[in-house]
Each structure stands twice: as structure tokens, then as C-alpha cells.
């Protein structure tokens, strides 16, 4: 069994900052990449930022310069650090692990951790 935990989100007034964090635990082999999502009211989910191992950060072009991810493989944990935060930035935000298990990878999904941004 293979747990995804997000925290870290809240209430912010525009220009502040949060820190999500996400956990993996349970049983699998690797983590082969991780990714955040943010899904805004009466939206479709939209992919934000990820990173695969062994490769670098990639980002939303709209929240390039202002969000970055980070991963502490020692703790199965992924970090997105987000700055300069303005009211669209307003969702839920979802972690996404991709885990190898033997010989197969399967995505599996947090319960998300709301973001609010408002004066």
C-alpha cells in the first residue's frame, strides 16, 4: 500500500509565500518522478511543476521564476517552494508520485492541500 500526504498549504495574502511539502510512503521500489498539480474552482486539474531523478526541475511557464521544486530523496519527500504568490494561484494542489514497483510504474495521487490567496 502506497500513501501520498500533502501539507503545507493555507491562507496567504498576495506576494506571500508557502511551502507544500509531499510524503510518499508504503511499499515500492523507486520514485521515478514527482509532480505537482493545482486544480482552481470549476477547473480542469493542470499540471504546475515537476521532477523526474536524475533530472532537473520543470515549471508552468506561469509560475516560472516564482515556484520551485525540490526533492529530499532520503525522506521520500517532494517540496514546492512558492513565492510571489497572487490570487490565480488559488487551488487545490495535488502531488502525483511516480513509483516503480518490480518491474512496472504506476501514478499514484495525494489528496490535495488548498491554497488561498487573498487580501
Known amino acids: 500500500q502506497v500513501q501520498v500526504v500533502e501539507s503545507g498549504g493555507g491562507l496567504v495574502q498576495p506576494g506571500g509565500s508557502l511551502r507544500l511539502s509531499c510524503v510518499v510512503s508504503g511499499s515500492f521500489s523507486s520514485i521515478s518522478r514527482m509532480d505537482w498539480y493545482q486544480q482552481a474552482p470549476g477547473k480542469q486539474r493542470e499540471w504546475v511543476a515537476g521532477?523526474?531523478?536524475?533530472?532537473?526541475?520543470v515549471y508552468l511557464d506561469s509560475v516560472k521564476g516564482r515556484f520551485t521544486v525540490s526533492r529530499d530523496d532520503a525522506k521520500n519527500t517532494v517540496f514546492l517552494q512558492m513565492n510571489s504568490l497572487k490570487p490565480e494561484d488559488t487551488a487545490v494542489y495535488y502531488c502525483n508520485a511516480l513509483l516503480r514497483v518490480g518491474f512496472f510504474e504506476d501514478h499514484h495521487w495525494g489528496q490535495g492541500t488548498q491554497v488561498t490567496v487573498s487580501s
Open positions: 521532477i523526474a531523478t536524475g533530472a532537473g526541475a
